[in-house]
């Protein structure tokens, strides 16, 4: 990860938002992942770890959708977007379904 934090630091085209919003994204997850109780029951805890994880990247490719600037890289922040908040979507509907100690 730190070759990947040099190079944006180091490309005259990035913004101090975009990687800020990015990290941030990432350090809420974090926060959000280790604050999380365990239920014992795998389906449940790899339902309730995915969804922090997927609404990482999505707020990670919201990011890039304000400050970047390559076609290939916007493309792909935009379906990411859309297959993530599905998929979210489906996994809170999941655990919905499944209800479980918390």
Known sequence: M???????????????????????AMEEM?????????????????????????????DMAKAELESGKDPVMLKMARKIIAAQTKEVAQLEAWLKKNPHAM
């Open 2 to 24: 730190a070759g990947h934090q040099g190079m944006a630091q180091g490309d005259a085209k990035s913004t101090v938002q975009n990687p800020m919003k990015m990290h941030a």
């Open 30 to 58: 974090n926060k959000k992942m280790a604050a999380m109780k365990m239920t014992g029951k795998a389906d449940v805890d790899f339902a309730m770890m995915m969804v922090a994880h997927h609404q990482s990247a999505i």
